[in-house]
Nanobody, 118 residues
Framework: QVQLVESGGGLVQAGGSLRLSCAAS????????MNWFRQAPGKEREFVAD????????SYADSVKGRFTISRDNANNTVFLQMNSLKPEDTAVYSC???????????WGKGTLVTVSS
């Protein structure tokens, strides 16, 4: 089992930045793809970004490309999401997830709320 705990959410003005963290504990020896998803009020959960264990492979949703950057620190079992140029439509609960096989999530965190005011 892997436990994931997100942090770093909060209230920010449009155009501002936030850095989310996701700390993993438990069975962290696996070479997981790490992912960020988000769910806005009244909407379906959507993929934001993912990163391979080595960090050499990353992908982003078109809506965040060029503004968000995913990274990871395997020594400290942590994955990050740097979010710049935030927009009100980025308001959502952001969750991280771990996948043994890419695009098939095995473990989820509970999420952290990001609110972007206009």
């Amino acid at each position: 089992q892997v436990q994931l705990v997100e942090s770093g959410g909060g209230l920010v003005q449009a155009g501002g930045s936030l850095r989310l963290s996701c700390a993993a504990s438990g069975r962290t020896s696996g070479t997981y793809f790490m992912n960020w998803f988000r769910q806005a009020p009244g909407k379906e959960r959507e993929f934001v970004a993912d990163i391979s264990w080595s960090g050499s492979i990353t992908s982003y949703a078109d809506s965040v490309k060029g503004r968000f950057t995913i990274s990871r620190d395997n020594a400290n079992n942590t994955v990050f999401l740097q979010m710049n140029s935030l927009k009100p439509e980025d308001t959502a609960v952001y969750s991280c997830a771990a996948a043994v096989w890419r695009f098939k999530m095995d473990y989820w965190g509970k999420g952290t709320l990001v609110t972007v005011s206009s």
